[in-house]
């Protein structure tokens, strides 16, 4: 299974960088829908992202309707939103060979009501309290990938490190 993590017009380029950073240590792909809050070549993203830049796959898109462009008709979409109705953890995962599309919105005003109109059951939550507006916009991709790589066994991960 391929992950994709998409961010919608993302705004910070500390929480991009750390983004590509788990985007680069577990394989997923990262592809930012324009207009960026930040450039590409921003010391803060860099520095967030560490060294870890060589291991990125990394795509800019102009617009929403050039990223839909590059997916294939069987791919498998979620939307993460606070306005989402189901948890992350019921998210469908695609057949081995298939596509995980994982969208999250900037992280001021989150996923616009256009693009989650599209499918409202593709419409995911992390839950936390009433009390909380939402999570900070890394940790909430980190929480959702790596809860969709223990579902599926952590394919091609290093479970445990040598010689330490």
């Known amino acids: 299974m391929e992950i ?8 910070i380029p500390p929480n991009t960088g750390s983004i590509a950073r788990t985007c680069a240590a577990v394989g997923a792909g990262l592809h930012l829908v324009e207009p960026l809050g930040f450039s590409i070549d921003d010391k803060h993203l860099k520095r967030a992202g560490l060294d ?10 102009r617009d929403w309707a050039s990223l839909v462009a590059r997916a294939r008709p069987a791919d498998h979409w979620a939307m993460l939103t606070t306005k989402g109705t189901s948890p992350y953890t019921d998210i469908a995962l695609p057949q081995q060979a298939g596509t995980l599309w994982l969208v999250f919105g900037p992280e001021s005003r989150g996923l616009p009501d256009h693009l989650l109109a599209r499918n409202p059951a593709r ?3 992390i839950p936390i309290r009433s009390e909380a507006r939402s999570l900070n916009l890394s940790n909430a991709v980190s929480i959702v990938v790596f809860d969709i ?8 991960l290093q479970q445990t490190r040598s010689g330490r």
Do not use: K
């Not at 870890?52 to 898109?61: A, E, F, K, N």
């Not at 790589?149 to 091609?156: I, K, N, S």
């Open 149 to 156: 790589l223990r579902r599926v066994g952590f394919p091609d």
């Open 123 to 125: 419409n995911y939550r």
């Open 4 to 11: 994709n993590v998409v961010l919608y017009e993302p705004e």
């Open 52 to 61: 870890y830049w060589s291991l990125l796959d990394v795509s800019v898109h």
